[in-house]
């Protein structure tokens, strides 16, 4: 928790935790890795004059102050990307390659595709870096034998593309795909389109949340979604907490109990519905127990900052329960809701492509976590961007021969 008296060259936002538009402009600023102080009006009520004193005396939040001594009011994600000097508009009409998502994924293509002496424009919704960029840390990534932090990891990749003079906007969105022979049509949402001899989507996945009271502000430090990733973390542990009673939760609790020396498996239904053989598993360990019609309320922090508890909600009582870390395990969305049924997916929702990575759709490759059978995994995530990278270079070699 910041303290009221910040520095002149920081962004400071003030707002409080039961406020949606201030967790959102949060996890805006720090999803592309933007320093700034929060201050919680409620716990910092002497603060409160300093909101009123830039908003004709009304409360109105979250306000945000910059280090020029302007500020912005209830402003939205297009506000703050303009406002912080991200790139969003981009310099030319027709590319060779257009990827949709700049997680690790899209920006190895970019990289060897760019390589090749291709026009690459990438399209990032959000940040450079994608989850990758906002993960505490990597231990199991290959050539960094102590470990790498998400964000020195994701800023060595964007780098690295562009050097290769890969074009990056950050903060827009891809609205739409529209075959238009001979190119595909990727519109944004920034109101522009723009013109690829083969696309690439890779927006990939996103975890889903409790949206229980302190969760956003604990995730990576205590709140996780990746056991195999974060678990050697909490080797000797008291005790960490899967959040999921699906086969996800109940596999990556029992992955967790090698390095923690109990694991408890917390169930919003009445019973755990992973299939019997890992259900009957987790009731048999001599490790694990499951507490089932219960429901996550509060994340709580210590003075640190880091995940201390979960408050519960287990049959109309409030229970507290200590842990050292919580892994959420409540399924998995697909990011393709800007496709519209345009490209085939799974019964999930993932997008299905032939050995090729090739969808549906001439010219439209898919690859990544929002891919159907990917491993959802770094670096294999890494690895289908150079394998995809491969096949669409033989496309463009295709379509040239045509001509």
Same mark, same amino acid.
């Given at each position: 928790?910041?303290?009221?008296?910040?520095?002149?060259?920081?962004?400071?936002?003030?707002?409080?935790?039961?406020?949606?538009?201030?967790?959102?402009?949060?996890?805006?600023?720090?999803?592309?890795? =933007? +320093?700034?102080?929060?201050?919680?009006?409620?716990?910092?009520? @002497?603060? *409160?004059?300093?909101?009123?004193?830039?908003?004709?005396?009304?409360? =109105? !939040?979250?306000? !945000?102050?910059?280090?020029?001594?302007?500020?912005?009011?209830?402003?939205?994600?297009?506000?703050?990307?303009?406002?912080?000097?991200?790139?969003?508009?981009?310099?030319?009409?027709?590319?060779?390659?257009? =990827?949709?998502?700049?997680?690790?994924?899209?920006?190895?293509?970019?990289?060897?595709?760019?390589?090749?002496?291709?026009?690459?424009?990438?399209?990032?919704?959000?940040?450079?870096?994608?989850?990758?960029?906002?993960?505490?840390?990597?231990?199991?990534?290959?050539?960094?034998?102590?470990?790498?932090?998400?964000?020195?990891?994701?800023?060595?990749?964007?780098?690295?593309?562009?050097?290769?003079? *890969?074009?990056?906007?950050?903060?827009?969105?891809?609205?739409?795909?529209?075959?238009?022979?001979?190119?595909?049509?990727?519109?944004?949402?920034?109101?522009?389109? #723009?013109?690829?001899?083969?696309?690439?989507?890779?927006?990939?996945?996103?975890?889903?949340?409790?949206?229980?009271?302190?969760?956003?502000?604990?995730?990576?430090? +205590?709140?996780?979604?990746?056991?195999?990733?974060?678990?050697?973390?909490?080797?000797?542990?008291?005790? *960490?907490?899967?959040?999921?009673?699906?086969?996800?939760?109940?596999?990556?609790?029992?992955?967790?109990?090698?390095?923690?020396?109990?694991?408890?498996?917390?169930?919003?239904?009445?019973?755990?519905?992973?299939? %019997?053989?890992?259900?009957? %598993? #987790?009731?048999?360990?001599? %490790?694990?127990?499951?507490?089932?019609?219960?429901?996550?309320?509060?994340?709580?922090?210590?003075?640190?900052?880091?995940?201390?508890? =979960?408050?519960?909600?287990? @049959?109309?009582?409030? #229970? $507290?329960?200590?842990?050292?870390?919580?892994?959420?395990?409540?399924?998995?969305?697909?990011?393709?809701?800007?496709?519209?049924?345009?490209? %085939?997916?799974?019964?999930?929702?993932?997008?299905?492509?032939?050995?090729?990575?090739?969808?549906? !759709? $001439?010219?439209?490759?898919?690859?990544?976590?929002?891919?159907? +059978?990917?491993?959802?995994?770094?670096?294999?995530?890494?690895?289908?961007?150079?394998?995809? &990278? !491969?096949?669409?270079?033989?496309?463009?070699?295709?379509?040239? &021969?045509?001509?």
């Amino acid at each position: 928790m910041a303290n009221p008296d910040t520095s002149a060259n920081q962004i400071v936002v003030y707002g409080a935790s039961w406020c949606p538009d201030c967790r959102r402009a949060k996890q805006f600023l720090s999803s592309h890795r =933007i +320093g700034f102080h929060w201050i919680d009006l409620e716990e910092h009520p @002497e603060a *409160v004059s300093e909101v009123e004193s830039r908003n004709d005396g009304k409360r =109105i !939040i979250p306000t !945000i102050l910059f280090p020029d001594g302007s500020f912005l009011t209830e402003p939205s994600n297009d506000e703050l990307a303009d406002k912080i000097g991200l790139v969003r508009t981009a310099t030319s009409s027709h590319y060779d390659v257009v =990827i949709v998502g700049g997680g690790p994924t899209g920006l190895t293509t970019s990289i060897y595709a760019a390589r090749e002496n291709a026009q690459v424009l990438v399209v990032e919704k959000s940040a450079p870096g994608g989850q990758a960029g906002v993960t505490e840390r990597f231990d199991n990534y290959p050539g960094f034998p102590d470990g790498v932090s998400g964000a020195e990891l994701a800023d060595r990749i964007i780098r690295q593309a562009q050097r290769y003079g *890969v074009e990056i906007l950050q903060a827009v969105g891809v609205t739409g795909l529209v075959r238009e022979e001979p190119f595909v049509r990727v519109d944004l949402s920034t109101g522009s389109s #723009v013109h690829a001899r083969a696309v690439l989507v890779a927006s990939g996945s996103t975890y889903r949340r409790t949206d229980a009271e302190g969760e956003a502000d604990l995730i990576g430090a +205590g709140i996780h979604f990746c056991a195999t990733c974060d678990g050697p973390f909490y080797k000797g542990s008291k005790n *960490v907490t899967i959040v999921g009673g699906g086969n996800s939760g109940l596999e990556e609790g029992l992955f967790l109990t090698q390095f923690a020396d109990h694991v408890t498996v917390l169930q919003a239904q009445p019973e755990l519905t992973g299939s %019997k053989l890992l259900r009957d %598993k #987790v009731l048999n360990h001599p %490790k694990m127990s499951v507490l089932c019609n219960a429901l996550v309320k509060k994340f709580k922090a210590n003075a640190s900052g880091k995940l201390e508890s =979960i408050i519960v909600d287990h @049959e109309g009582k409030q #229970v $507290e329960h200590e842990t050292a870390g919580a892994f959420i395990f409540i399924g998995l969305d697909p990011n393709t809701g800007f496709l519209e049924g345009t490209l %085939k997916v799974d019964e999930r929702g993932f997008i299905a492509t032939d050995h090729m990575f090739q969808t549906n !759709i $001439e010219g439209v490759f898919a690859a990544g976590d929002v891919r159907s +059978g990917s491993t959802k995994q770094i670096a294999s995530a890494v690895g289908e961007g150079a394998a995809v &990278a !491969i096949q669409i270079r033989y496309y463009l070699e295709s379509l040239a &021969a045509r001509v």
